[in-house]
């Protein structure tokens, strides 16, 4: 079965230090989703991308975090610098423009950062 | 702004007990409805979801939810409990257009002693 792959899985760093997170969306998924969850919370949208073009980045803090979805289909999420806060597990999903407009999504592993 | 509330954060049964998990959620609009579960060190699956039709929805694993549109809710409901059932439940909501953000609610963290 087709999974959304997400690496690191596990990130540490240092506030003040660049992180890089990577996703590689189901195969023929044309909308792709980076999603936070701090802990005890539920996953927020940080920005949504339509094949390379960016549809919604209004809760990006884009002072510090970039993302890049150069060829429309892998992506990558950047941070920097990073600070305390930005701790959370950082997600990806996927989804299919089907006819019936479910909008069901697809979810990786997600990356585990830790600001120290 | 669109939210979903879920009303119970945590939640502790006996195996064979029956579940259920509130969730309300505030759109004026068409929705599709989601409830996704996180079990321990795994990532987000798709329970159930409803997008048109019977409002009564079947899910894996034996849950199954119910839309009722007068009330904003889509609470979701299993008749027995089975340890493997301790998780994270998540409710989450987006418009019905295509390729939308899901909007989730905070989760309820369901733990089941057998």
């Known amino acids: 079965e087709a999974e959304v792959a997400q690496s690191p899985r596990y990130k540490i760093t240092e506030k003040s230090q660049a992180v890089a997170f990577w996703c590689d969306p189901i195969?023929?998924?044309?909308?792709l989703y980076w999603y936070r969850q701090i802990l005890g919370q539920g996953p927020e949208l940080l920005v949504q991308?339509?094949?390379?073009?960016?549809?919604?980045d209004s809760q990006l803090p884009k002072d510090r975090f970039s993302a890049e979805r150069l060829k429309g289909v892998d992506s990558t999420l950047k941070i920097q610098p990073a600070e305390l806060g930005d701790s959370a597990m950082y997600l990806c999903a996927s989804s299919l423009r089907d006819r019936w407009i479910t909008n069901e999504q697809f979810f990786g592993p997600g990356t585990r950062l830790t600001v120290l | 702004a669109q939210s979903v509330s879920q009303h119970n954060h945590h939640v502790i049964l006996s195996e064979a007990a029956s579940l259920e998990l509130g969730c309300n959620y505030s759109?004026?609009?068409?929705?599709?409805l989601f409830w996704y579960v996180q079990y321990p060190g795994q990532h987000l699956q798709l329970l159930l979801k409803?997008?048109?039709?019977?409002?009564l929805v079947k899910g894996i694993k034996g849950f199954e939810a119910e839309f009722i549109k007068s009330k904003f809710s889509f609470n979701l409901r299993k008749p027995s409990v089975q340890w493997s059932d301790t998780a994270e439940y998540f409710c989450a909501v987006s418009p019905n257009q295509a390729g939308t953000a899901l909007i989730f609610g905070k989760g309820t963290t369901l733990s089941v002693s057998s």
């Open positions: 195969s023929g998924h044309a909308t």
């Open positions: 991308f339509q094949d390379e073009s960016v549809v919604d």
């Open positions: 759109y004026g609009g068409t929705v599709n």
């Open positions: 409803y997008f048109s039709g019977d409002p």
